[in-house]
């Protein structure tokens, strides 16, 4: 039961007042057809949205079933509409991008019935009105009459106590119009059917009450329902109505979908910020990814190396920094005001200065122990090339020529042999053991790996295999398959006597007329190298000392016959196309597995073994490392100089006499030495017996005194894996390369200052200017995405707002069927999200058709393997920020459609 109590409802217009309903008062039964008529502008349109709960009356109330409305609010009135009031407008109000069956299961997808019993009581609502054939039909493909049918199934499927009819024969034929108003006497039977018309006629011969309107007050009322004053109306609930985010999808999945063409055109508009932030971004994910390749790729050729002795760059830097600093202040501000007097200029011994206070010797065994240990700080950030310890492995490299003649690698064997004479007192030595440059190291894989994958991905195989025992070698040629001339004479591969040709003529100034000289794979493999350690450069003589061999080659072709030890080019390799990172500077190179043979070869020689079990005695001399006191020195002194060779007493000749300065003693008994060596004795014996203490004692200072137990070892060729001569560490990135520039800082804070790592930071010097460009290229991308996305906002904001104003009567239509106003900002919500699924999906779709042909014009423009990527990724996220933008876009239109009055909505075409 409906009682209507004293309503009364105006509205303003600017400064003037229209009363609507001026204390309307009259109860409805439970069920009963009820026709309101009147004039236009009486005020039975809005009599009937207030019973049905569109619009709101101004003072009054409305007692529904004993229930009171005063104090409804808007979720009240909005379940009421759905689960008590059904309408059916003249203008039939479907939503027309729904199908006839979809308009009926509206209100009971509100009411949060299960899609199942939806469907089964929407087809028989539609069968009692006779559409059943009709429902998948679209609106427009219906009569008037069928549609204002799909209207009353609409209004009556939900099974409501009142129907509210607003004119519902108003837009239909006379005989459409007569099977309408059968329909609705039918309906008024089980419940209670409001109808507001302007035809008396229709309304007196199927209503059975009748109330007429004028100027807002009940002026009749044919049968009128008296009951008494309900003075304990209360106001409650009336359950619950509510919309499911799945049906605001379906509604806005459904009014896109009936605008295919505009709906295109407005993704794709979408898209174009998509697809712009999606280019970009896959344009620096190449970028980045190109600069990581370049970055692993220069660790890969500058790690941070540490070696023995090494020179603080960073400090001199920073010094010049500072004394740049100060010049520019003197130059502005000078002290030399008299301009009558030469000033000193002490720059230079500054800058020598700074120069000899950056040498630093490092402590390697000491932080190779650090390095060894599972928890140190730096670990973590060691790239795949680990780190490597080199070793300094002296050693001198040999080989045949086509005639027999020995050569050494290193081209020693093609030096002029004249000397100057020596101004001091050291101990005569020879050319050979000097490190070769001729060859070198590979770079060593991490554990089991003998060569490291970086060598291997830039250099490959042109013939052969790459080594795989100690005695192997691979010989490196350039990108044309070229090693230098001097190279092949001096690997013994072409005759020696053509190259001393060639000097001779480059030393005479001649002209050079160079052939140039190929020799084929085979050929270079099968030339035998033969490789001699220190160590074995000594051997015992009469007193049961070790002495130096001469370094006549007679002498050492013996040596090299007895001891050297046999090497094989078993490859032959050369630089990849556009390889980044050429580790190898040398035209040789060999494993560490020949590094490892030849530390434990020297530890088992003869020299080595003895040298170890007379730790105080030099075995080169039999003098003891440390003599008492200068008698003892001057003994050792003696002692030292009766173990010389001939050509060493000539030598020792020479150098006395060069320090003297003066030959005249000797110039008469100087023996000529290429005629007969053993001339010498007599002259060397009256030249030692003529020294006094001091000389005696210079000599010890000088040659007898620098020697020890350590520096006799490592003259003699021994190395300890515990103490690398440098430690490289590799790092796959600038971020690592910081850290663990970060870790030996950290490191040098528990150490004594002696102690401390200095090191040349080249890959930071190159860092420096690399970070500035990424930053440049971070930032400029960054200003992009930013416009990107303020013009994709403002337009999807603005394609919303226009949705709004489109589906104006669709709001409407819903807020009467019971949406909520948040129903309602949930289906133009659901609409912004799919415009931005389908605006993310179009943009991705083409970012990546546009992939091809710009990776071919950056080839093109760059020359560079920059190639242009989006990841899944950040395709997923490019997707969900579409959404999101979207989303956010549409809030303030969304607000404003559920903010749109039902009633001004339902006007609207």
């Not at 007679?554 to 016959?561: D, F, G, M, N, S």
């Not at 390889?579 to 035209?587: C, E, G, W």
């Not at 303020?790 to 709001?811: F, N």
């Amino acid at each position: 039961m409906h009682q209507i109590e004293k309503i009364t409802k105006s509205y303003h217009t600017g400064g003037f007042k229209q009363k609507a309903l001026d204390n309307v008062t009259f109860n409805l039964r439970d069920n009963e057809f009820v026709s309101i008529l009147g004039h236009s502008g009486s005020g039975k349109t809005t009599l009937l949205n207030i019973i049905g709960g569109l619009d709101r009356y101004d003072s009054g109330d409305i007692i529904i079933n004993g229930i009171s409305t005063k104090n409804y609010k808007d979720k009240d009135w909005d379940s009421y509409r759905n689960h008590s009031v059904g309408f059916v407008f003249q203008s039939y109000n479907l939503i027309p991008h729904q199908s006839v069956l979809s308009n009926v299961e509206l209100a009971l997808t509100i009411s949060g019935i299960s899609a199942k019993l939806r469907k089964q009581k929407a087809i028989k609502a539609l069968e009692e009105v006779g559409l059943k054939d009709h429902i998948n039909k679209q609106p427009n493909q219906l009569s008037g009459g069928q549609m204002q049918r799909v209207a009353i199934a609409r209004a009556l499927v939900n099974e409501p106590d009142i129907l509210l009819a607003d004119e519902p024969t108003g837009a239909l034929d006379t005989q459409t119009s007569l099977q309408i108003m059968n329909l609705l006497k039918n309906v008024a039977k089980k419940r209670l059917v409001v109808m507001v018309t302007h035809n008396a006629e229709l309304a007196h011969q199927y209503s059975n009450r009748i109330i007429e309107l004028q100027d807002g007050k009940v002026i009749s009322d044919t049968h009128p329902l008296a009951i008494e004053e309900n003075k304990n109306s209360k106001h409650e609930s009336m359950g619950k109505s509510s919309m499911s985010f799945l049906t605001a999808l379906s509604l806005s999945f459904n009014n896109l979908n009936a605008k295919k063409a505009r709906t295109f055109l407005t993704a794709f508009a979408g898209s174009i910020g998509i697809i712009g932030i999606a280019l970009i971004l896959s344009l620096s994910t190449g970028v980045n990814n190109y600069i990581d390749n370049v970055q692993e790729e220069t660790m890969s050729a500058y790690p941070i190396t540490i070696e023995q002795e090494s020179v603080d760059f960073n400090q001199l830097m920073s010094a010049r920094r500072a004394e740049t600093s100060t010049k520019e202040t003197e130059d502005t501000d000078s002290n030399n005001e008299n301009l009558d007097v030469i000033y000193s200029n002490n720059e230079s011994l500054e800058q020598m200065s700074e120069f000899n206070s950056s040498f630093r010797q490092n402590n390697l065994t000491a932080f190779k122990k650090y390095l060894d240990q599972d928890d140190n700080k730096l670990s973590n950030y060691v790239g795949k090339n680990g780190i490597v310890y080199s070793y300094a492995i002296n050693f001198d490299l040999f080989a045949y020529d086509e005639n027999e003649r020995l050569i050494n690698t290193d081209g020693s064997s093609f030096e002029s042999v004249n000397r100057q004479p020596r101004t001091n007192f050291s101990s005569p030595s020879n050319s050979f053991n000097q490190p070769n440059t001729k060859i070198s190291e590979l770079l060593p894989g991490q554990g089991e790996q003998v060569i490291s994958p970086v060598v291997k991905d830039n250099y490959h195989l042109i013939d052969g295999k790459w080594p795989e025992k100690y005695n192997e070698m691979v010989l490196v040629v350039n990108e044309a398959n070229e090693i230098s001339l001097s190279d092949f004479y001096e690997f013994g591969m072409l005759p020696s006597e053509d190259y001393e040709k060639i000097l001779n003529q480059i030393e005479n100034d001649e002209e050079l007329h160079l052939e140039k000289k190929t020799l084929r794979f085979k050929d270079l493999r099968n030339q035998t190298f033969y490789l001699l350690p220190r160590s074995d450069y000594y051997e015992k003589n009469a007193r049961g000392n070790y002495q130096k061999l001469t370094d006549d080659p007679l002498t050492i072709e013996k040596v090299v016959k007895e001891k050297a030890i046999p090497i094989k080019i078993s490859g032959i390799i050369q630089p990849v196309d556009n390889a980044k990172t050429l580790t190898i500077r040398t035209p040789l190179a060999y494993t560490r597995k020949l590094r490892n043979f030849l530390m434990a070869y020297v530890n088992q020689s003869d020299i080595v073994q003895a040298q170890k079990k007379q730790p105080k005695t030099n075995v080169l001399n039999g003098l003891a490392f440390e003599a008492a006191n200068d008698r003892e020195k001057i003994e050792d002194v003696y002692h030292y100089l009766e173990d010389f060779t001939l050509s060493q007493q000539a030598e020792f000749i020479k150098q006395i006499q060069a320090k003297q300065q003066s030959l005249e003693p000797f110039a008469t008994t100087e023996p000529n030495l290429a005629d007969n060596p053993a001339n010498i004795a007599d002259p060397f014996n009256q030249v030692v017996k003529d020294l006094d203490d001091s000389s005696l004692l210079e000599i010890y200072d000088s040659s007898i005194a620098p020697a020890s137990y350590d520096t006799n070892l490592k003259e003699f060729g021994v190395v300890s894996t515990e103490n690398p001569s440098a430690i490289s560490i590799y790092a796959d990135d600038f971020a690592d390369k910081e850290a663990i520039s970060d870790a030996i800082e950290a490191y040098n804070q528990t150490v004594s200052e002696k102690e401390k790592i200095t090191y040349s930071d080249f890959a930071g010097l190159i860092m420096s200017s690399v970070s500035e460009i990424v930053n440049v290229i971070t930032y400029v991308l960054i200003a992009f995405v930013s416009v990107s996305l303020l013009v994709s906002s403002i337009m999807i904001g603005i394609i919303t707002y226009i949705s709004v104003l489109e589906r104006t009567k669709e709001i409407g239509i819903l807020r009467a069927i019971g949406a909520s106003k948040r129903n309602i900002s949930t289906v133009f919500n659901a609409e912004t999200i799919i415009i931005g699924l389908f605006s993310g999906l179009l943009g991705i779709g083409f970012t990546y058709l546009l992939h091809t042909p710009l990776n071919n014009l950056l080839l093109h423009l760059l020359e560079e393997d920059v190639t242009v990527s989006l990841s899944f990724k950040n395709a997923l996220i490019l997707i969900g920020l579409s959404i999101l933008l979207s989303f956010i876009a549409g809030l303030i239109p969304s607000k404003q459609a559920s903010r749109k009055n039902p009633v001004e909505a339902l006007r609207s075409e």
